[in-house]
């Protein structure tokens, strides 16, 4: 490689490397910032206020967070999509997981949306505040967590749900998690499918996260069909993993940089949830 080959080499690394930190300071600053006055707000605002405020800032801050992405030339995005989803009433928005921008992408476009999150994520320094004014949902306990989802439903909600349970490990996608069609058939809510799709391995599963990628790192997101709620849980979770199976088998996926086994540890406390 010739000299000035080189250079450029080493100038498109720095570049990329600046980009990656000043994306991660951006979100981890907007989150902080956040922070104080959301862990204020909780105790003093009525539920369904602090719901709906938290919800809406942080909608607006990823928002923001991923207009910076596009601005500073880190990534672009497809999301146009997920537009048509607004003021439908309920319904169980499920995405496949390629990454952890997936949940970023689909709450920037739609103000109005229950998160499950991981237990340990609700105490984050950085998004526990802001995710419990929202009244996200914890993982932790099953049965609660559907319980919860059925509620937050029923007050007109959109509910985002990964089918997979944790980020694709496998082409083209984990086995599915039964927790989604339980959540449907006891809220009488449709299941709307979601598809992410990204050639490149960043924030993938087992991706570290100030690993630079090769940018501008790009994603497209389109809507899948639209599944009526179910009767049927173990039917429909045939259907719908036969559905996503077809979807994804020609999709734009990244090779995985991880190939473990997906955890399907809450499938068994959600089987007894539902004979519940």
């Given at each position: 490689?010739?000299?000035?080959?080189?250079?450029?080499?080493?100038?498109?690394?720095?570049?990329?490397?600046?980009?990656?930190?000043?994306?991660?300071?951006?979100?981890?600053?907007?989150?902080?910032?956040?922070?104080?006055?959301?862990m204020a707000l909780q105790p003093l605002l009525p539920g369904s206020l602090g719901r709906q405020l938290g919800r809406r800032v942080i909608s607006?801050?990823?928002?923001?967070?991923?207009?910076?992405?596009?601005?500073?030339g880190a990534c672009r995005f497809d999301l146009r999509e997920l537009d048509a989803l607004r003021g439908q009433g309920p319904l169980i928005l499920?995405?496949?997981?390629?990454?952890?921008?997936?949940?970023?992408?689909?709450?920037?476009?739609?103000?109005?949306?229950?998160?499950?999150?991981?237990?340990?994520?609700?105490?984050?320094?950085?998004?526990?505040?802001?995710?419990?004014?929202?009244?996200?949902?914890?993982?932790?306990?099953?049965?609660?967590?559907?319980?919860?989802?059925?509620?937050?439903?029923?007050?007109?909600?959109?509910?985002?749900?990964?089918?997979?349970?944790?980020?694709?490990?496998?082409?083209?996608?984990?086995?599915?998690?039964?927790?989604?069609?339980?959540?449907?058939?006891?809220?009488?809510?449709?299941?709307?499918?979601?598809?992410?799709?990204?050639?490149?391995?960043?924030?993938?599963?087992?991706?570290?996260?100030?690993?630079?990628?090769?940018?501008?790192?790009?994603?497209?997101?389109?809507?899948?069909?639209?599944?009526?709620?179910?009767?049927?849980?173990?039917?429909?979770?045939?259907?719908?993993?036969?559905?996503?199976?077809?979807?994804?088998?020609?999709?734009?996926?990244?090779?995985?940089?991880?190939?473990?086994?997906?955890?399907?540890?809450?499938?068994?406390?959600?089987?007894?949830?539902?004979?519940?």
């Amino acid at each position: 490689m010739s000299e000035p080959a080189i250079r450029r080499s080493w100038l498109r690394v720095a570049h990329e490397t600046v980009l990656l930190h000043l994306g991660l300071f951006y979100l981890g600053t907007v989150c902080l910032l956040w922070t104080p006055f959301a862990m204020a707000l909780q105790p003093l605002l009525p539920g369904s206020l602090g719901r709906q405020l938290g919800r809406r800032v942080i909608s607006w801050n990823f928002h923001g967070y991923l207009r910076f992405l596009t601005l500073i030339g880190a990534c672009r995005f497809d999301l146009r999509e997920l537009d048509a989803l607004r003021g439908q009433g309920p319904l169980i928005l499920a995405p496949n997981h390629p990454c952890l921008l997936d949940a970023v992408m689909v709450i920037s476009r739609l103000p109005d949306v229950a998160c499950i999150m991981k237990a340990g994520l609700m105490d984050n320094v950085f998004l526990g505040a802001g995710a419990r004014l929202a009244r996200y949902i914890r993982n932790d306990s099953p049965l609660r967590m559907v319980m919860r989802a059925t509620e937050d439903l029923a007050a007109g909600s959109h509910l985002l749900v990964f089918p997979e349970g944790t980020r694709t490990t496998r082409l083209p996608m984990n086995p599915l998690m039964s927790s989604v069609g339980l959540i449907a058939r006891r809220a009488k809510v449709p299941v709307q499918t979601i598809f992410i799709e990204t050639a490149s391995p960043y924030l993938c599963k087992g991706w570290p996260l100030f690993r630079r990628p090769e940018m501008p790192v790009t994603y497209h997101v389109r809507l899948g069909k639209r599944f009526e709620p179910a009767r049927n849980v173990q039917e429909f979770m045939r259907e719908l993993e036969h559905y996503f199976a077809s979807e994804l088998q020609h999709a734009t996926l990244p090779d995985f940089p991880a190939s473990a086994a997906s955890p399907r540890r809450h499938d068994d406390a959600a089987a007894s949830a539902e004979r519940g």
